[in-house]
T-cell receptor, first 112, second 116 residues
Framework: RKEVEQDPGPFNVPEGATVAFNCTYS??????FFWYRQDCRKEPKLLMS?????NEDGRFTAQLNRASQYISLLIRDSKLSDSATYLC?????????????WGAGTKLIIKP | GAVVSQHPSWVICKSGTSVKIECRSL??????MFWYRQFPKQSLMLMAT?????????EQGVEKDKFLINHASLTLSTLTVTSAHPEDSSFYIC????????????FGPGTRLTVL
């Protein structure tokens, strides 16, 4: 089993719809979680951190479920510009010695 | 499948020395590899793109003589930070793609470089 798994998609969603996808992780000692957004062949950009209590940033909501070991990203009122690959990142370890584990990404395509 | 490793995971070196970081695709052949540098607020900056057997393409502002990239095989790319200085201290991450046309990149775990 991969340490971090994502459904590769693609998810084809009409503009204005709500879409959600998950990222599962296998190591229960995982400390921190992030969602990145990557446009085609460009560098990933940090979208949002994922906090234990869940957090929201505009149309984006991130949640963490430690018991089931997954994080989720919900996008409301999707826009054409939301089309991208969404990568989850899990961090193991401490500030002085940590390891990043990347998911392979979920491709999202928003259609007009 | 699609596992990418980096070595070393953490290196501390003295100012003026050179450091080589390896990026390997363990279970697939990577025609294209990318090198990124991670800044403190978790954002990534693409440094260069390398295709197996050819010279790397560097992003604007990245010194090609300072950051030497070699992609000699389909499973290995190396980044050498020459004459490292404290401002080069950062987190370096590589990713690999199977072909030049795909947009699926598989990321390595990163290498933390600390230059004293």
């Amino acid at each position: 089993r991969k340490e971090v798994e994502q459904d590769p998609g693609p998810f084809n969603v009409p503009e204005g719809a709500t879409v959600a996808f998950n990222c599962t992780y296998s190591n229960s000692a995982s400390q921190s979680f992030f969602w990145y957004r990557q446009d085609c062949r460009k560098e990933p950009k940090l979208l949002m951190s994922v906090y234990s209590s869940g957090n929201e940033d505009g149309r984006f909501t991130a949640q963490l479920n430690r018991a089931s070991q997954y994080i989720s990203l919900l996008i409301r009122d999707s826009k054409l510009s939301d089309s991208a690959t969404y990568l989850c990142v899990v961090i193991l370890g401490t500030d002085s010695n940590y390891q990043l584990i990347w998911g392979a990404g979920t491709k999202l395509i928003i259609k007009p | 499948g699609a596992v990418v490793s980096q070595h070393p995971s953490w290196v501390i070196c003295k100012s003026g020395t050179s450091v080589k970081i390896e990026c390997r695709s363990l279970d697939f052949q990577a025609t294209t590899m990318f090198w990124y540098r991670q800044f403190p607020k978790q954002s990534l900056m693409l440094m260069a793109t390398s295709n197996e057997g050819s010279k790397a393409t560097y992003e604007q502002g990245v010194e090609k003589d300072k950051f030497l990239i070699n992609h000699a095989s389909l499973t290995l790319s190396t980044l050498t930070v020459t004459s490292a200085h404290p401002e080069d201290s950062s987190f370096y991450i590589c990713s690999a793609s199977r072909t030049t046309g795909t947009d699926t990149q598989y990321f390595g775990p990163g290498t933390r470089l600390t230059v004293l």
